[in-house]
Nanobody, 121 residues
Framework: QVQLVESGGGLVQTGGSLRLSCAAS????????MNWYRQPPGNQRELVAR???????NYADSVKGRFTISRDNAKNTVYLQMNSLKPEDTAVYYC???????????????WGQGTQVTVSS
């Protein structure tokens, strides 16, 4: 079965940094794109960053210049480097693998378990 395993969340002070990682495993032929979402307390889930299989990255306006997404295609792993963290970045962060090809005809969407990021003021 295809799984996403996340790590790197935790508690930091305002201005600090964290690096999240997410590794996909299982019977994977290819992954079109990998994404990071977040869900602040009491709010809906939102897309933070996305990176395609050929390296094109996109970011939410709220994190541009502070967050960097990258991926290692050989390891099917995506990273999110978060710098200059603010209290409003506090949320549960979710890794997502978009259009995971598991056979010649089947594509699936897979989510990680979520990891808590808390930024203290």
């Amino acid at each position: 079965q295809v799984q996403l395993v996340e790590s790197g969340g935790g508690l930091v002070q305002t201005g600090g940094s964290l690096r999240l990682s997410c590794a996909a495993s299982g019977s994977i032929i290819s992954i079109n794109a990998m994404n990071w979402y977040r869900q602040p307390p009491g709010n809906q889930r939102e897309l933070v960053a996305r990176i395609t299989n050929f390296g094109t990255a996109n970011y939410a306006d709220s994190v541009k210049g502070r967050f960097t997404i990258s991926r290692d295609n050989a390891k099917n792993t995506v990273y999110l480097q978060m710098n200059s963290l603010k209290p409003e970045d506090t949320a549960v962060y979710y890794c997502n693998a978009d259009s995971v090809r598991v056979s010649s005809y089947r594509w699936i969407n897979v989510w990680g378990q979520g990891t808590q990021v808390t930024v203290s003021s």
